[in-house]
């Protein structure tokens, strides 16, 4: 977990530029954004992927959401929408063994792609 670069930001020690943060959730712009609007919600709490919650996480991921919804407002897109995404395992694109949320908008995001 020293390790864990997502922990390490959540203690200050990696810069990031933080559009939320409560006592529980910390959300910052993504590095390499795939979309004009690309911000990564992750809880505070390391937990490295959905497999590794324990009883009573259910609240914290509770809280991711509604973190991701409350800035989805404030940015003005609760009219225009966005994609909330969780990414579990290698296998499933998982890069960062952080549990982590990407929300993504700001240009269509058509699915299926193509």
């Not at 006592?23 to 609007?37: C, E, G, R, T």
Request: glycine share 8%; aromatic share 8%; net charge neutral.
């Amino acid at each position: 977990m020293e390790e864990c670069l997502f922990c390490r930001i959540v203690r200050k020690e990696v810069p990031a530029t933080i559009v939320y943060e409560d006592d529980a959730i910390l959300a910052f712009k993504d590095i390499n954004p795939v979309a004009p609007i690309h911000i990564l919600f992750i809880p505070k709490k390391h937990i490295s992927t959905f497999f590794a919650m324990e009883p009573g996480d259910e609240v914290l991921i509770g809280k991711l959401h509604q973190a991701a919804v409350q800035v989805a407002q404030e940015l003005g897109l609760a009219e225009k929408g966005f994609r909330l995404v969780a990414n579990c395992q290698r296998g499933g694109g998982q890069l960062i063994f952080h549990l982590h949320y990407h929300l993504i908008a700001g240009r269509p995001l058509l699915w299926p792609p193509g």
